[in-house]
């Protein structure tokens, strides 16, 4: 087992799903925090991703630009990148597959962990959503209007975290994730990829730090709906 190391995430993915998007948090608090991570802007304006401690925006037409310090954040998952495994693939996966051979060599699916993978992708589905406007409308609603973007023959740093079963209602369970592309100057969440060869490297999380907004429409959410799961999944997809 590696020594402790800690998650910092800014709100709970139910409340993004319940449309509270104004962001107490800004970009050069996270980079205090972290190098490494994905979330979203105030008002769903572009995905969020930060790598190698620089932060970038991705809106909706795809295109990608450096964030500045002061812009706001309502939700976002970021860390001290320190690799305590990594791995080639090589051959022709997809998304899933390579996810399946991310998980064999995880060895346990109880801890959260930070996922980089810099490849070589045959194609690459991404999707934005664009942004909102108050009253703002349930996640499910914004995305329904996403714009998807198909990439073919690129290359790029998917940037992304496998999150445990038990943190459902707090993050995205599973594998969530975001790529910037092509010297980062495009990219978009990650939806699906088909690739043709990679570096895996991946970071152990042992401990969460989570903020909590102190914002009224945080205490008014209703961060505990019986559809949780479905809401997660639609978004998601």
Sequence with gaps: MTSRHTIHQTS???ALLDGVYDGETT???LRRRGDFGIGTFEGLD???ILLDDTCYRIRDDGTATVAADGEGVPYAVVTRFEPHLSFEITGRHTRAEVTALIDEKLGSANYMYAVRVDGVY??????AVHVQQQPYRPL???TAEQKVTEFTDVSGTVVGFRTPAFEEGLSVPGYHAHVLLDERRSGGHVLDHVMLHGRVQVCVGTDLHLELPRTPEFAQANLDPEDLREQVDRAES
């Design 122 to 127: 045959e194609r690459m589905t991404v999707r």
């Design 46 to 48: 572009g995905e969020l």
């Design 12 to 14: 709970v993915i139910a």
């Design 140 to 142: 499910v609603q914004a």
């Design 27 to 29: 970009v050069g608090s």
